[in-house]
């Protein structure tokens, strides 16, 4: 069974830019998670999805925003991208409706640089 | 939102020592706990978790971890470490609101 696939795996943007990055779940999984991981903040909680719906949202600024579609697929989106969004973005599915009892299967990230 | 504290940031160590990675969280409610690790080049991947029932539980590659509920503790433990368990390891922390928290990570240096 295919893992969690994000795309693109490398990303190199501009101060002010915006951004959409891209993540296919497990087949079957219907949750979504999106963490920032960073070496000095370490795996920060972006959001959650789960059919579609937006289960819960991390402290971060109103730039960020995601979506579930009804495959499950989920993406994120960053607008106005500033320097210190640089990061590895990854994205995680899990099989049950939350991530409170269901392990998270995790993709390999999506490292975006902010220039 | 809860948070979680693991202790140290890198550990080094001889194989066939033994490890424990310490993990405290912050959270007044029921919890679902998770150890995940990343080894080099890889994705993160589950180790092993803690719903409920023995507080004693038991993981891949000879890992365990004890949940102490008094303590708010979730301690990594492996009686004998090999080279192959260098890795980055993660605790986290659902506390049934959908955010899942994970500490800042271990670092663990296995020399030959």
């Known amino acids: 069974k295919a893992g969690v696939t994000q795309t693109p795996r490398y990303l190199i943007k501009t101060r002010g830019q915006q951004v959409t990055l891209s993540c296919s779940p497990i087949s079957g999984h219907r949750s979504v998670s999106w963490y920032q991981q960073t070496p000095g903040q370490g795996l920060q909680f972006l959001f959650e999805?789960?059919?579609?719906?937006?289960?819960n949202k991390g402290n971060f600024p109103g730039r960020f925003s995601g979506r579930q579609f009804s495959n499950s697929r989920s993406e994120m989106n960053v607008s106005t991208l500033e320097l210190g969004d640089s990061a590895l973005y990854l994205c995680a599915s899990s099989r049950g409706q939350s991530s409170y009892n269901s392990p998270l299967h995790f993709g390999n990230g999506t490292r975006l640089t902010v220039t | 939102a809860q948070s979680v504290s693991q202790h140290n940031h890198h550990v080094i160590l001889s194989e066939a020592a033994s490890l424990e990675l310490g993990c405290n969280y912050s959270?007044?409610?029921?919890?679902?706990l998770f150890w995940y690790v990343q080894y080099p080049g890889q994705h993160l991947q589950l180790l092993l978790k803690?719903?409920?029932?023995?507080?004693l539980v038991k993981g891949i590659k000879g890992f365990e971890a004890e949940f102490i509920k008094s303590k708010f503790s979730f301690n990594l433990r492996k009686p004998s470490v090999q080279w192959s368990d260098t890795a980055e390891y993660f605790c986290a922390v659902n506390g049934n609101n959908n955010d899942m928290r994970f500490g800042a990570g271990t670092r663990l240096t296995v020399k030959p």
């Open positions: 803690y719903f409920s029932g023995d507080p």
């Open positions: 999805y789960f059919s579609e719906t937006q289960r």
């Open positions: 959270y007044g409610g029921t919890v679902n």
